[in-house]
């Protein structure tokens, strides 16, 4: 191991060991969050149980990866970013504004076809292929790991070049979501978080689309450049690894790493 490399590990453990120190009830602290809109749910639910275990508040501010990606860049006051992809918090390290050896991926994501409509999306995602329907809506793919991994669904199925027409974008995955919930689209590709929750279907009908057609969604935490020095920040990090935290994740449809 070069010297650099053991200087990071040193530097990663004691980060640890603050966090360990200062995590207890009673030594209140705030730590600003960017994290990625699919994971908004399951996030307002850690902030509550992180607060109560820890003492420390968690404040969220949710958006597409890409967008939270610039704001980071343009100097927004986030301590920790929980993306909806890995290559983002790599990058953001490269830059110099994230502590690289933070990172790791705190949840698999999965993508779901879903319509409010009890009788419009099919076991088997066929809806698709009949096309009738006026618009099917996605994450902006420039900017959401989802819309990305939506589109390469349609491309992987063959179905790009025939349903282009009817794609409507959304910021992010939540106003993917908002478009179908509010009837303006039929039916739209969004984050399992969504619409289920420990393995059933709040309502509609709903596609759970195999893995194997988009890149996996892999969802990777890190602490930012401005969070080095904050106790919050460093006890949310070690709070992600907890068996609550894990179990919190999983209840809203997400795998583990």
């Known amino acids: 191991m070069g010297l650099l ?40 639910s850690l902030a509550i149980a992180f607060e109560r275990e820890s003492g420390h508040r968690a404040i969220l501010s949710l958006g597409a990866t890409g967008q939270l990606y610039a704001q980071i ?14 290559n983002t918090p790599s990058k953001l390290a490269g830059e110099g504004d994230a502590v690289a050896t933070t990172q790791r991926t705190y949840a698999m994501g999965r993508l779901v076809l879903w319509s409010r409509d009890v009788d419009t999306v099919d076991a088997k995602g066929e809806v698709l292929r009949r096309g009738d329907f006026r618009r099917l809506a996605i994450a902006n793919p420039k900017l959401a790991p989802y819309g990305a991994a939506a589109m390469q669904t349609l491309s992987t199925l063959g179905l790009l070049k025939t ?6 974008d959304g910021a992010n995955i939540n106003q993917a979501f908002q478009f179908v919930a509010s009837g303006n ?13 420990a393995g059933h ?27 080095q020095d904050n106790p919050a920040a460093l006890a ?21 790493p």
């Open 236 to 256: 949310l990090l070690r709070y992600l690894d907890s068996r609550r935290a894990r179990d919190i994740i999983q209840r809203y449809g997400y795998e583990l």
């Open 5 to 44: 490399r053991i200087m990071a590990f040193v530097r990663t453990a004691a980060l640890l060991l603050i966090a360990a120190l200062t995590s207890t009830p009673g030594r209140t602290g705030e730590v600003h969050v960017a994290v990625a809109a699919n994971f908004a749910a399951p996030m307002k």
């Open 201 to 227: 279907l709040r309502s509609g009908s709903a596609w759970i689309v195999p893995a194997h057609l988009h890149e996996p969604i892999k969802q990777d935490v890190i602490l930012l450049a401005k969070g």
């Open 73 to 86: 860049r343009q100097g927004a006051p986030y301590h920790v970013l929980l993306a909806a992809d890995s």
């Open 163 to 168: 349903l282009r027409s009817k794609i409507v």
């Open 185 to 197: 689209a039929e039916l739209g590709f969004v984050a399992m978080s969504q619409v289920m929750q």
